[in-house]
């Protein structure tokens, strides 16, 4: 049984990790999306280091030794991932980009399936349909309007496989760093990627021209995002059963549909909550824990 000090912060991470989308749509429309991840990811990666180092007593040190594996790490988990979903979001409403983007778990379970060379269960094949079910969904309807931006759906399928390889190799992967400091460096290496790459492909921006709404999505994205939601999922993770977990991202995309609509005024279509409660029954099929039988 769940505590109600535990229920009530994994409501609290559900929320915020489900604003966000919505909120990073927001942020869109004053700011290029580059260097929207430019720096966000730079303010939230300083923010968990000082706290982690100074406030929690984490050996934040990156051992030489340990370079290329983190560099490998971080490839997936956050150049691709953030990279991917960002320009996706920027095609799609940011209900849809959260339901697309949330088909990790499902792309997990089954790269898991494929590397150990086992056959998938009923379970994960329910999850398998259920989730190209959700994808078709909003691919044909994308394509079915004129003002539709169907590469956009391509691109958070990618952001998806992306965080759900990196997801596996990070299962796979034996590291003698913590783990918070492994995150806050992948993080400090993809800040670094978007700032090299941002002035390449984007006009510079002009932060005496930001309205104040954007000043409060990015400190959203600082404080909240990368902030609180990383810290109260590292301390959660490690003492939740794995239902719990699973309840939490099934809830993502649903509260990002239902923000869109009060942050940016996406209203949901009813083929959006179609797709919306098939993703839940897709990670639902692939996270929850089966039943134990009574001996």
């Known amino acids: 049984m769940l505590q109600p000090r535990q229920i009530a912060v994994l409501v609290a991470l559900t929320l915020m990790w489900g604003v966000n989308w919505p909120m ?3 942020s869109l429309r004053e700011l290029s999306p580059l260097y929207f ?3 966000t990811m730079t303010g939230g990666a300083l923010t968990l280091y000082l706290y982690y180092r100074f406030w929690r007593g984490v050996d934040m040190r990156w051992p030489r030794t340990e370079w290329r594996q983190v560099a490998l790490l971080a490839l997936p988990n956050i150049l691709a991932w953030h990279f991917c979903s960002i320009t996706g979001l920027q095609a799609l409403a940011s209900g849809r980009a959260a339901i697309l983007g949330f088909t990790m778990p499902v792309w997990t379970v089954l790269i898991t399936l494929v590397l ?3 056959r998938p269960s009923g379970r994960v094949l329910l999850s398998a349909v259920a989730a190209l079910a959700a994808v078709l969904l909003l691919s044909w309807q994308e394509l079915a309007h004129l003002a539709g931006r169907p590469e956009g759906v391509l691109w958070m ?3 998806a496989f992306s965080w759900a390889a990196g997801t596996v190799l990070m299962r796979r992967t ?16 993809g800040s670094a990627f978007f700032w090299c790459v941002a002035p390449l492909l984007e006009a510079t921006p002009s932060p005496a021209a930001w309205s104040t709404g954007l000043w409060w999505s990015l400190l959203y994205g600082v404080l909240l995002n990368y902030g609180v939601a990383q810290v109260i999922w590292f301390g ?4 939740l059963p794995p239902s719990a977990s699973a309840f939490s991202i099934m809830a993502v995309p649903l509260v990002g549909t239902a923000a869109a609509t009060a942050i940016v005024g996406e209203w949901p279509r009813p083929l959006d909550l179609v797709a919306a409660l098939a ?4 990670i639902a099929s692939a996270l929850l824990p089966r039943r134990q039988s009574a001996p």
Request: proline share 6%; charged share 15%; aromatic share 6%.
């Open 236 to 239: 959660m993770a490690r003492t």
């Open 24 to 26: 990073m749509k927001f």
């Open 116 to 118: 150990a060379h086992e």
């Open 279 to 282: 993703i839940v029954l897709a």
């Open 37 to 39: 991840r430019a720096i």
């Open 174 to 189: 034996t590291c003698p760093m913590p783990t918070e400091a492994v995150t806050v460096w992948m993080m400090a290496l």
């Open 157 to 159: 399928q990618a952001a």
